[in-house]
């Protein structure tokens, strides 16, 4: 067991070489350049390709051609960045190639500024990009996590031949704490017989998105809307924390679930049944795990870094019949176990 | 620290580039890690390039950890102007600033209902080790024992975690600065 | 002859010591001090008055608009 | 008998879609025999720029990669990088090449990635009806300078193998027109010169090809012909304008 | 009054002109050439600039530089250049500077298709850029509203300091039809001192979306987020039709609303009492409106030419307690009426 | 008495937050110097860049507006095409102007958009923690090419002054250097220069200043004083490449 | 056309550029639009710009119209073989092909569920007015009578609408080319 | 000596009427003819066979790949 005391944006870069990451590239931003730094330093002892792209716009479309090769890609940035990728996030989902994308996010919009922020979930989860399609979502909360949840993109974005998305924020990102570095036995990227490798006198292969002729796009759109459908079925990730007996369930992810834990205890500790929900994939959302949870429990405390954004997701699924509270900090600074507490009380008035 | 109530502390580190701020805050972590307690640190960043400063905040608890970035850490490890500037209305009420006094004169500091300690790191450091370039484990020497944050043991072998291999023969220099500053007796 | 009157102003606050001054003083007037200021760099001090001509050099080298320098030669 | 013309082995289909007297199809079979003659049909991999040349896949027996419309560089670096056995090569118009895609371009040229470019200029946007392109003359009336283009407010025509030649990374940069049996042929012999500096890895081969559109200049096929040769040449002189004859070593 | 049987495109262009547009900068795309085609040749005639930009990211930067400078400025474009507006689009909302971006929106994901789609859904109203912010989105069902909500968007854009969209599909973008061209009495772009105009010792002007000190940021994002509940108390558009005693009442936006009015009508002639409800407005959403509904109302049928996408918001907005249906067609063929009827039977047993 | 040298008028803050010896400062400088010497203050307009200049409107009392990363020139474009009485100028880094903004920079040189770039060439992506830019010198060690910048790999560092310099709408391109007090003064007239020319509605003035990041080098800013003589200057030549003397009318 | 049962139909155009295809789909829009009815015009588009070919849909109401690209139109004006083998299978079953005969020998109809209607468009054009460039026109009058799609009236006062200024002298020929379709008998 | 053999294949259902070959067929044997192909062209034809010297400048020059040449000159 390789335990180490590491930081987020290496534990990921880690994770994605001992996924067999072959190819990166990225272009600078604060708070993510720890990765490139580390992939640049990294990457060609293992044989991999680091490239300084021009741009974002460049990186993303540099995946896209390492990637209809069949090697395992990755490009990671932060949220002014992102948005330049949507594009070429589409193209990617649109042509069924798989890729990892990192958003270390930051605080927007514009240039906005640089401590972490939940402001990208609307953006990562329904599509910045233009077009039908939706793309798997994983929100780490530790360092570990980190790791974890990038050889788990690595293994859907094969899967399913789609890009997937890692919503960081910098505290995890920059932060150290332990690391076991395992990286899973018996996942194992598949044969990919639908890209360029040798031809040797086989068929021709074409990969692209667009689709002319016919419905052959309404066909390929359904397609593109199954792989999501099978995605709820498989991928779903969730943590659940103390719910079972709580009058109270926040729902949080991200560096806020992470508070939130500390505040379940303090309000136990005060007699209050705090509970917590932790949607860990965000795309898929785990929506029949937080539904059932209103079975025994009618109030939800909603908690983000931002004016209120996942909430649209909560309040769809839960419905008008159960009690969802919201607090929301679009800031840098993370609320504290206390706040947290604090607001608990004062928006379910006890 | 009682059994019953859960060991949570909070500390940032501040000064200079070069003063060994990170080293610091670094050494802490994985001596706290050898306690066996759950460590997280966060090195400072900022859109400006200075230069000049380095921080990182360090928490040390027996539980998960929430924030990395505390609000309002408990204690400020402070060894520059500017980081007294800068942390000085970030400590919580009734926290501590330890300060460098070699190099901060104790009328820059304002704030009432925060304790204050001097420490002459510098001094002390070219007392022990014939030179000013450890103060940073004076210092840190100083508060693992004041504030009862880890082992003695554990912050000694966690030495060798921090100095790097070609650094190795300053491994015996530090423990004697640390030590100096955990031995420090202030009135 | 009246002696030509000059003037430096050093703006010692904003100086980061970087010595660019220092290095092209034609008369090698200026020098980093000993004591540091408020940002924590030791500063630029005049430490050979009587060398400097006013020429102005330091000030147009400096990136931090620390020097000032004024001349009365009537 | 012998063939003194034939249809290019690897060109699959030459039912092109495109307009009558359009030299895209010319420039599709000009890379066809390149193919061929160079017998890389299992190595060569299209990069496909979004324009009127975006079926290409259509036509050409080679393993074809869509690219978003500008980004055809930066899709082939990707692709060169992690299979450089595979002769890489784009097929990119003006508005992609060298509207949209000018970061692309110029910095995969400044990277002299080992790729080759057929940068297809017809001075107007042809797949999407006309519009002005970086490269349309001035004067020029397209369906966005309705006016004529006019360099205070649309700027002047951009002459890429000129700009890029000034690059490091390029190893070779050529103007070549297929307006006439003679550049015709001149055409053929860079464009396979473009493909055996790939095979060398010499770097990054740039083929300028003008080229008409009779459709969106609004001409018959013979008058497009010869606007090419009266109009485009003088501002576009043909010519190579780096060829690196050594491998790029420091 | 200016009665002309006019494409759709030339009316929002007309409109544009009409509300005193005076820059425009765009990229060609099909479907959407024939608005910067009409104003190249009609803007410098009323001493407008028109720009051919290098690209949709020049475009959408270009305005964030108009803008600025007090003046009304548009772009259009269609999805994939959209997406690559992403980036400018947050700028501009965190900068507070008013344009109005046009979506012709056609069929994705990737290069796709050029038909009409309503794929750009999410993307229009859930910030495809990155950050915390929700700008005004119009979705015109006819030449006319081509018109009226381009006038719309130039009045709100300006009213709230923000980027307003307008998401048209390629059918009512070229289709004619007729149109009354009439700019209301009484709109008139505000006066705008925090723009650049002639300095005359005034003090500096700052226009930017970079806020790094304290809490600026915070402070900034609940400024952002007011305007956004300001808009839903002032610019929520809808349009209702036989809902009054409706049995199942329709939820679409644009193209598909104008099929459904048919099959409400042909429902009605055989007996079935369908209604429609027809956002106008998809950002600020008509939520009360909607909900309103459910007082007299059980079923609902949400139709989209997409695989579901503003049936996320119906579902949050009208909850569990009602019986929602959805027919999605990610198709270039607009159903018919007869389509939507059949369906209508077949999803709600009858 | 009379001033040898004050502080700029339009400098209304000169307390920098560039690390020491950082050239920022002295551009900023000249900046503010010839702003005063042709009285622009009510006219100027910045457009400022991302990179570590992008604080420019807390020292200079002029109108500004901050552009995204890389988009300077669009930004610039809208913003002078409908305020043409504006002196508009962009303040940006090496990878804001030439390696992002590629697209924007060069069609906005080849329109010849009548407004004034200062383009701060200092080898290294300051503001983020110093990465690779494109002009990055051959061998140079950065955050992100720890083995040194390798031209295979990573390209060649990129001359912009030389490169825009090949295009029409140019007006003047020229590269300076602020490393010693010759050609300080040098960088002082090319500059007020270049807004000369844009209140002549001259067209596109570019100046590249070589510019030092002694942190991000790792270097004393004596040291990287130095570097800029002896390593930058010589691949990066001094000099005006391009400088037209009449307006652009044909 | 009852009182109760709403007015409804939907055409689509298609040949070869310059043969005045959209010319004829204009001209069919503005007189409806004088006979006081909905009216939706929608011109082809695609990827490719074909030097070759033209089309257009043309739907007319007395109610708001939904979608103005019929899925299935049952009129379709057919100029061009490449047309002819476009829109054959889109015409609603039960539909109407009219084709120019001149340009499209009946044997490439392969559709049997539709009716066909062969006009010798060019011929007749040529009769009338001395070319064939009005054949669009006569196949548009016969159309308009037969499927009684709006009055000859509108039909006539609407040509103007779509003549440019400079063509004006052209509006009698027309005229002329539409009245011979108009009255048009076939078997 | 042997005549020399020679063959030009028209593809015509793939001519677009361009011209192209008409106008550098070095012997004017190329002709656009009256009727229409599929696609609605009037197509090529060779209207003076025994000018046509094989010498492919027609094929070679024309865009769509109508035309295919054969020689057989031994
Ligand atoms: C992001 C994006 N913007 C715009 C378009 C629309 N578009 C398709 S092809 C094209 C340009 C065609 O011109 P050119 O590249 O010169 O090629 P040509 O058709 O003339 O051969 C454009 C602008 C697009 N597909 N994607
Ligand atoms: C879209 C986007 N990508 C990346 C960044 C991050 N970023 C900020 S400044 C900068 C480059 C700084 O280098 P340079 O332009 O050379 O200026 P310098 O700081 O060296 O003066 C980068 C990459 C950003 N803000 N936006
Ligand atoms: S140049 Fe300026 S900042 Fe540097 S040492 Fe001299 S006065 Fe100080
Ligand atoms: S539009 Fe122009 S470039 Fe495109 S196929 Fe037709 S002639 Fe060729
Ligand atoms: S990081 Fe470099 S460019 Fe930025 S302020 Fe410091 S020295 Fe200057
Ligand atoms: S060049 Fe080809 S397409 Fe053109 S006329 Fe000749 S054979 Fe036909």
């Excluded at chain 1, 993109?153 to 789609?162: G, M, N, P, Q, W």
């Excluded at chain 2, 909070?10 to 001596?31: P, R, T």
């Excluded at chain 2, 380095?54 to 924030?67: E, F, M, T």
């Excluded at chain 2, 505390?70 to 500017?82: A, F, K, N, V, W």
Aim: charged share 25%; glycine share 8%.
């Amino acid at each position: 067991m390789n335990k180490l005391f590491s930081r987020g944006s290496d534990a990921l870069a880690m994770a994605a070489i001992d996924s067999g990451l072959k190819f990166y590239a990225g272009y600078p931003i604060t708070p993510q350049n720890d990765i490139p730094e580390f992939l640049s330093r990294e990457l060609p002892k293992v044989g991999g390709t680091f490239v300084q792209a021009e741009s974002e716009v460049a990186s993303i479309n540099m995946l896209l051609g390492a990637s209809s090769c069949g090697f395992r890609v990755m490009t990671s940035s932060s949220s002014p960045g992102i948005s330049l990728m949507q594009e070429g996030i589409s193209y990617l989902a649109g042509s069924e190639l798989p890729a990892v994308i990192v958003n270390v996010s930051r605080w927007g919009p514009g240039l906005g500024g640089i401590g972490a922020s939940q402001g990208d979930y609307h953006q990562a989860t329904k599509g910045g990009g233009h077009g039908d399609y939706f793309i798997p979502v994983f929100a780490p909360y530790s360092v570990q996590e980190m790791y974890d949840l990038t050889v788990k993109a690595f293994d859907v974005a094969d899967k399913y031949r789609t890009p997937a998305l890692i919503l960081a924020d910098v505290m995890i990102s920059l932060m150290r704490e332990t690391l076991i570095r395992r990286y899973p036995e018996g996942i194992k990227p598949p044969e990919k017989s639908w890209a360029f490798g040798e031809r040797k006198g086989e068929r021709q292969k074409i990969i692209k998105s667009l689709y002319l002729k016919g419905n052959e796009l309404e066909v390929h759109n359904w397609k593109l809307h199954k792989k999501f459908e099978e995605m709820k079925k498989n991928e779903i990730l969730f943590d659940k924390y103390l719910c079972d007996d709580a009058d109270i369930i926040i729902v949080a992810f991200g560096m806020v679930a992470r508070v939130a834990r500390s505040t379940i205890e303090l309000a136990r500790e005060n007699g209050l049944k705090l509970g917590l929900f932790r949607p860990i994939s965000l795309v898929p959302y785990p929506e029949e795990e937080l539904f059932s949870l209103t079975k025994t429990c009618k109030n939800f405390f909603v908690i983000e870094m931002n004016t209120g954004q996942m909430l649209y997701d909560v309040m769809r699924i839960l419905g008008r019949n159960v009690n969802i509270r919201f607090y929301g900090k679009p800031s840098s600074y993370v609320p504290t176990p206390d706040d947290l507490f604090n607001k608990a009380k004062e928006l379910f008035n006890i | 620290m009682s059994s019953k109530k859960s060991f949570y502390i909070d500390l940032v580190f501040s000064g200079f580039g070069g003063q060994g701020i990170l080293i610091a805050g670094n050494l802490l972590c994985y001596s706290a890690l050898l306690d066996g307690r759950e460590v997280t640190f966060f090195p400072s960043y900022g859109v400006e390039m200075r230069g000049g400063a380095a921080n990182c905040y360090v928490v040390i608890s027996d539980r998960q950890i929430g924030s990395p970035i505390p609000s309002h850490p408990e204690i400020g490890m402070i060894m520059s102007l500017p980081a007294l500037k800068r942390f000085e209305n970030v400590i919580r009420s009734g926290g501590y600033l330890v300060i460098n006094s070699d190099i901060i004169s104790p009328e820059e500091v304002e704030r009432e209902d925060v304790n204050k300690i001097f420490i002459n790191a510098n001094s002390i450091s070219k007392d022990v080790v014939g030179n000013d370039r450890l103060a940073n484990m004076v210092m840190l020497g100083y508060i693992a024992k004041r504030f009862s944050v880890v082992k003695k043991d554990s912050l000694i072998s966690a030495i060798k975690e921090v100095v790097s291999e070609k650094h190795k023969k300053m491994i015996p220099l530090n423990e004697k600065a640390i030590l100096a500053g955990y031995n420090l007796k202030l009135t | 002859m009246k002696k030509t009157e000059k003037k430096l102003t050093i703006h010692k606050e904003r100086c980061k010591g970087c010595q660019i001054c220092v290095l092209y003083c034609p008369k090698k007037a200026l020098s980093i001090g000993e004591k540091l200021n408020k940002l924590g760099y030791r500063y630029v001090v005049l430490s050979k008055e009587d060398a400097c001509t006013a020429c102005g050099i330091c000030a147009e080298m400096c990136p931090d608009v620390v020097i000032e320098v004024w001349r009365d030669n009537e | 008998m012998k063939a003194v013309y034939k249809k290019p082995e690897v060109l699959k289909n030459p039912c092109f879609h495109f307009c009558p007297g359009c030299h895209h199809g010319t420039v599709h079979k000009l890379v066809a025999e390149a193919i061929d003659s160079l017998n890389l049909k299992d190595s060569a991999l299209a990069v496909i720029g979004v324009g009127c040349g975006v079926f290409l896949y259509d036509y050409l027996d080679v393993d074809s990669l869509e690219a978003p419309h500008g980004r055809g560089l930066a899709v082939a670096t990707g692709v060169k990088r992690v299979r450089p056995e595979r002769i890489v090569f784009t097929y990119q118009g003006d508005g992609d090449l060298a509207s949209i895609g000018m970061a692309e371009s110029v910095h995969a040229a400044n990277r002299g990635e080992n790729v080759t470019v057929i940068f297809v200029n017809n001075t107007i946007y042809g797949m999407t009806g006309g519009q002005m392109a970086p490269t349309t003359l001035l004067g020029q009336v397209t369906t966005t300078s309705p006016y004529g283009r006019e360099f205070h407010r649309d700027g002047y025509p951009i002459r890429m193998a000129e700009m890029l030649a000034t690059l490091e990374g390029v190893a070779l940069s050529a103007r070549v027109s297929v307006c006439t049996p003679k550049y015709l042929f001149d055409a053929k012999k860079i464009i396979k010169k473009a493909f055996e500096m790939q095979l060398d890895n010499m770097g990054f081969t740039f083929v300028e090809v003008l080229s008409s559109c009779p459709t969106n200049w609004n001409m018959s096929s013979m008058d497009a012909l010869n606007r090419v040769k009266e109009e485009m040449i003088p501002f576009f002189p043909l010519g190579v304008f780096k060829e690196r004859k050594m491998p790029d070593v420091l």
